[in-house]
């Protein structure tokens, strides 16, 4: 680098360098390092189920296939109100199911009356399903190999039973 010389006051001389252009980059901060955005999680609110045996309609129609979302607070109140309740604290499951099951086969519409006349298997089936639900916030149970005692996971939801 070449030095110039110049005057300062009362005589004295003082290097000075030549002006040598900024490096555009050099001025420039580094960005911080990118910081990954949180993951969104999305709630699963509706979860596939199919019954042992299905739910016999008037016409003789099977229904199997349905579709159950998860409970509210309110789902679980509004059923203490009912008489049948009240007479009968065992009909709450059946009232509760008859509110949150949102489609059942081509049913147009699931109410307390269809759960009422489901087989006693199919509703022991749903009573595990909503509690694995809304309880435990997924559809998988641990089990365990009567076999070789190794644990694993099943899934519930949608699955025939005895399938894995």
Do not use: K, W
């Not at 709450?92 to 307390?112: A, K, N, W």
């Amino acid at each position: 680098m070449r030095r110039a010389t110049a005057r300062a006051g009362r005589g004295s001389v003082v290097d000075v360098p030549d002006a040598v252009p900024e490096d555009p980059a050099a001025s420039v901060p580094e960005p911080a390092p990118a910081v990954p955005a949180p993951v969104r999680q999305v709630l699963r609110t509706e979860f596939e189920f199919e019954l042992p045996r299905g739910y016999v309609d008037e016409a003789g129609t099977v229904h199997r296939d349905g579709v159950m979302r998860l409970a509210t607070a309110r789902d679980e109140l509004i059923p203490l109100r009912d008489v049948r309740v009240q007479e009968n604290p065992a009909y709450l499951s059946v009232v509760l199911l008859g509110r949150v099951i949102t489609r059942l086969g081509s049913l147009p519409m699931v109410h307390d009356g269809v759960v009422e006349n489901m087989f006693a298997s199919d509703l022991a089936f749903l009573q595990d399903f909503y509690r694995q639900v809304n309880a435990e916030g997924h559809t998988r149970a641990g089990v365990t190999c009567p076999h070789c005692e190794q644990p694993f996971e099943v899934e519930l939801g949608g699955s025939r039973l005895g399938e894995s």
